[in-house]
């Protein structure tokens, strides 16, 4: 048996595929960063299997995390997301998801890309954690969530993007015993 990091060990299948073909795996496809981020963003307060499980249905709602679709978004679409009994129905949430589609798709206008921007703030190297002690936060995630948040970006505190960078692969936090970790 294949050993896997501590969070990942005796739990349903979707969190074992998840550790095993996702979680810190270099993210650069623009349409899966944005897709990740309205994710974790809609994961503060709540624990990652439950959005792990509701992830098809926020792919209907949300149109395939379609960021030129989402950031268009208004308020009758807000309303309708309100009634979907098969996402998260934070009115908060879903309302910092269209203004964070709209500052994600600046970022591309000013950078050329979404995953220039995230990517360069490691000079596009993967960061490797030397402990099993995953942090809640770090000095990338407060500079990361620092700059989204002066971007215009909300629900981008430095516990959801250290969760994020560490999901996209910028950070690798697998533990040394993990099949998965490798520098």
Known sequence: MMKRCKWAR????IYEQYHDYEWGVPVYDDHRLFEMLILEQFQAGLSWITILKKRDNFRKAYDDFDVDKVSKYNNLKIEELMKNKEIIRN???IKASIINAQVFLNIQKEY???SNYIWHFTKNEILYLNTDVVPTTSMLSDEVSKDLKQKGMSFVGSKIIQAYLEA????NHHEKDCFKYHK
């Open 91 to 93: 009115r908060r949430k």
């Open 10 to 13: 005796d739990v349903e299948t």
């Open 168 to 171: 996209i692969g910028v950070m």
């Open 112 to 114: 050329g890309s979404f």
